[in-house]
């Protein structure tokens, strides 16, 4: 382990995808007084939070494990939100300068509502989305950046986080040009992470969770077939984690469980599978080692969970928690 974050400081990471702004809004139900002209009782926010999120929960996990230059290459909007996003991913020393803005969207924003009096979050979420998929300027953009940059980075993390098939950065175009470029650079780490479209990718480590592996694997072939699934994406390592069980690795003709260490209570399971992620990612440029990086992975992910939000593991938590 002190091997890999020795390690981490001369690395270079990319993390392609949505960067979205995570609002974290405390409110307090005693102020829930109705508003005079409408008669309709408000949520009263007495204080709030913003953190970098889906993209962005990866390049702040990269970052907090001590890797010497993150940077983020996605598309915001020219509003509010996009000030707020630049600031919080300036504040944790996450390059910005690769964003695209455009004032055709706005800048994909996820709001959670928590109880300030049990500390929960029991209100809808309100989320700013965009409806439509990105323009093609704004994606031209978004591929002649990828082009250009990609031979400076050791390390390209793909997060697909949009579902809805609207308003994604990480297209056709994107996928095909990632695939392009991983051939070109057998040397860099290129791992995806996608909510719909994992058996899109092709030459790219994966991860998908069980779910979404699953998913891809019944919708090609009618059945739950890993092996196929990796053989069919071409992916030299297909990662599929399992929450609290931890990750198979299937490699052509092998699947070898990496089990993580239950975690009794944990505080909160969002953005986990990020964490892991960056830890995986990392430890791989380092090592080159599946098995260890998984391990790796598994440990960064066991620390994030402990903590509210979209938490991150430090190098010194790191070593600690190995004692």
Not at 34 to 50: D, F, H, M, Q
Not at 119 to 147: C, K, M, S, W, Y
Request: charged share 25%; with cysteine.
């Amino acid at each position: 382990m002190r091997d890999i974050l020795d390690r981490a400081p001369k690395l270079a990471a990319l993390v392609v995808g949505d960067v979205c702004l995570d609002r974290w809004c405390r409110y307090d139900p005693e102020l829930a007084e109705a508003s005079r002209e409408t008669g309709i009782p408000r949520l009263a926010v007495t204080s709030s939070e913003v953190t970098p999120g889906a993209a962005g929960t990866v390049a702040n996990n990269l970052a907090a494990l001590g890797v010497g230059r993150v940077s983020v290459l996605g598309v915001i909007g020219q509003d509010g939100h996009a000030y707020e996003l630049r600031r919080a991913l300036h504040q944790r020393a996450i390059e910005t300068e690769l964003l695209v803005e455009s004032h055709d969207i706005q800048t994909f924003t996820y709001t959670k509502l928590i109880n300030s009096r049990t500390g929960r979050e029991d209100q809808p979420r309100i989320d700013f989305v965009n409806a439509a998929t990105l323009p093609a300027a704004v994606v031209r953009v978004v591929l002649d950046r990828l082009h250009d940059v990609f031979d400076r980075f050791d390390i390209l993390i793909v997060a697909d986080q949009a579902e809805s098939g609207c308003g994604g950065v990480v297209n056709e175009a994107v996928r095909t040009l990632i695939q392009e470029l991983a051939e070109v650079y057998p040397d860099k780490v290129v791992l995806a992470d996608s909510r719909t479209h994992i058996a899109d990718f092709r030459n790219v480590v994966a991860k998908p969770n069980h779910i979404e592996a699953g998913r891809a694997s019944h919708s090609l072939f009618g059945r739950l077939d890993y092996g196929a699934l990796r053989e069919y994406m071409a992916s030299p390592l297909l990662l599929v984690t399992h929450g609290g069980e931890g990750v198979l690795l299937v490699t052509p003709g092998e699947e070898r469980w990496v089990r993580t260490t239950t975690v009794e209570h944990p505080v909160d399971i969002c953005g986990a599978g990020d964490s892991f992620a960056a830890g995986f990612s990392v430890a791989y440029a380092a090592t080159r080692d599946a098995l260890r990086s998984a391990e790796f992975g598994n440990r960064v992910a066991s620390i994030t969970i402990m903590k509210p939000g979209t938490g991150t593991a430090s190098p010194a938590e790191l070593l600690a928690a190995a004692r």
